[in-house]
């Protein structure tokens, strides 16, 4: 799911739906969905920290197994969405550019 300011985002990025994200999140696990990628768009490539307000509350109000992506930036990102009991996290940006090692994100898990 590519999100922004909690609403699916849809056409590439280039527009932003009415739908929220939330809500698709929990039809796509009744439907018997078990895994996700939830990409905050705003945060995406930005090097500044994914929004852990969203991930927190897709945690609490859903049981999907989400996979963080956008904004991860830290080892300290890596392990408060590991805290927070998201399934995972993609690093891409951060770890291109050497700001997080692999293996010591792998040990966070």
């Given amino acids: 799911i590519d999100a922004k ?3 699916v985002a849809i056409e590439g990025w280039e527009e932003v739906s009415s739908l929220d994200s939330i809500e698709l999140c929990k039809e796509l696990e009744e439907i018997g969905v078990k895994t996700i990628v939830y990409t905050d768009i705003s945060k995406d490539g930005m090097m500044i920290g994914p929004n852990f307000n ?3 509350k897709l945690s609490k109000e859903t049981s999907i197994d989400i996979i963080a992506s956008g904004g991860v930036t830290t080892l300290e990102d890596v392990k408060k969405l590991s805290l927070m009991k998201i399934y995972g ?10 700001k997080i090692e692999l293996m010591e994100a792998l040990s966070l898990c």
């Fill in 5 to 7: 300011n909690g609403k």
């Fill in 54 to 56: 969203i991930y927190e």
């Fill in 89 to 98: 996290a993609i690093i891409g940006k951060s770890l291109y550019e050497n």
